[in-house]
């Protein structure tokens, strides 16, 4: 069967190549085509338009880039005509992805499955009418979101969480001990601060500096930021400085299972840090904060910002948002995480309950199974 799947960014990429990958399994005759990125080029079929062709954040860069995200939007709107695929797959990126299912949907017979919801139980929560009305099956890697779906009498189906499984098969694959890693990167004996400064450059400015203006107060231990796919050295050294930090790309599994304490910019970094059952604070610094902090009570629907608050229903980290987010509060919080063991105990025994929440691993083969069923029963009724 012909499958057509669109992401745009680089974690679209990394959980939809695990989901070409269950696919294959499920239908060993599957061709793919897909606006998407390297790692799903590597599972096979053809790629139509990298992600870095599509991966614009902020007002402005998207204001700029009007007429090419129209451009690639038309595109993969004729190209899904011509080549008339089996299903339609959306991945996340919710202002690209939901004008392709509309549009789909009102032009064609094709089915559109979305696999990892639009955080709209977050904000935007209109988008529920679209949602209904033009996506025909909804993959969810966020058990809380059965209940809001169901809210809006929309059945999803919870597949479990790709991270998951991509944190369980790095650690069952990967066993290296701290002195290994130390000297494979030529770092100090000392125990790590890892830096998670976010995958844009828009976060990396507004938040990088300040982890480290919090994180260089503690001698004992030692600064590796991780460096983000498609970011250059050469960009994190105007905030670095004067900063006694590394930066090591393409390692983060690998700095986590071996980090003391983390600084993490919110997003699924911080589901992975928790997963490694790496101590964190979670950082998001925004301009213009106290508005900011305000707006937020109005406009998000939900108490938390971090998915491993989330997921557990409760605080388990300490968030620090918009004005939140200062060299004190950060370094208040990585003195209890370094100094406190009772502090560092309670979060830990926080991960394991998000950990039980979450569900045992195998989400994307989970996925492939019902998407593989839903088409071939829709080709018999048919």
């Known amino acids: ?20 990958s269950a696919l294959k399994q499920e239908d060993p005759e599957a061709d793919f085509r897909f606006y998407g990125g390297d790692l799903m080029a590597t599972v096979g079929g053809t790629l139509v338009k990298h992600y870095r062709e599509l991966a614009y954040m902020g007002f402005i860069p998207v204001l700029l880039h009007l007429r090419t ?5 038309k595109l993969c709107k004729q190209d899904i005509l011509q080549w008339n695929p089996d299903v339609v797959i959306l991945v996340d990126y919710p202002g690209f992805n939901l004008d392709i299912a509309k549009f789909v949907h009102s032009k064609t017979t094709i089915p559109v499955y979305y696999y990892i919801s639009p955080k709209i139980w977050a904000w935007k929560e209109y988008r529920i009418k679209n949602i209904k009305r033009d996506v025909n099956e909804m993959f969810s890697i966020l058990p809380f979101e059965v209940d809001f779906y169901k809210k809006h009498n929309y059945p999803i189906h919870y597949v479990g969480n790709p991270t998951m499984d991509e944190v369980t098969a790095f650690k069952t694959e990967h066993n290296e001990s701290f002195q290994d890693f ?13 830096i998670l400064a976010g995958s844009r450059k828009q976060e990396i ?3 990088l500096q300040k982890m480290l203006d919090a994180a260089s107060q503690f001698p004992s231990h030692h600064l590796v930021l991780a460096g ?30 071996q980090a003391d304490v983390a600084l993490v910019t919110s997003g699924t970094a911080t589901l992975e840090t928790a997963l490694f059952k790496v101590p964190q604070v979670v950082c998001y610094y925004i301009a213009a904060g106290k508005l900011v902090s305000f707006l937020r009570k109005l406009v998000l629907k939900v108490k938390y910002i971090s998915l ?21 509060n950060m370094q208040e919080e990585i003195n209890l995480l370094v100094n406190d063991n009772q502090y560092r105990s309670n979060m830990l025994t926080g991960y394991e309950e998000m950990s039980e929440i979450l569900g045992k691993p195998g989400a994307p083969l989970h996925a492939a199974q019902k998407m593989v069923k839903f088409i071939k029963k829709r080709k018999i009724s048919s």
């Open 69 to 73: 995200i129209f451009a690639n939007m």
């Open 228 to 257: 983000a796919p498609g970011i250059s050295p050469e960009y994190y050294q105007e905030f670095i400085g004067k900063y006694k930090i590394d930066i090591i790309f393409n390692q983060t599994y690998y700095l986590l299972q």
């Open 205 to 207: 400015k507004d938040n």
């Open 308 to 328: 491993v608050n989330l997921i557990a229903g409760k605080e388990v980290v300490k968030e620090l948002v918009a004005d939140t987010m200062t060299v004190k």
């Open 1 to 20: 069967m012909k499958y057509y799947l669109i992401v745009g960014e680089a974690s679209g990429d990394l959980h939809a190549s695990h989901l070409m």
């Open 182 to 194: 130390i000297t494979r990167n030529n770092l100090p004996d000392k125990p790590i601060i890892a």
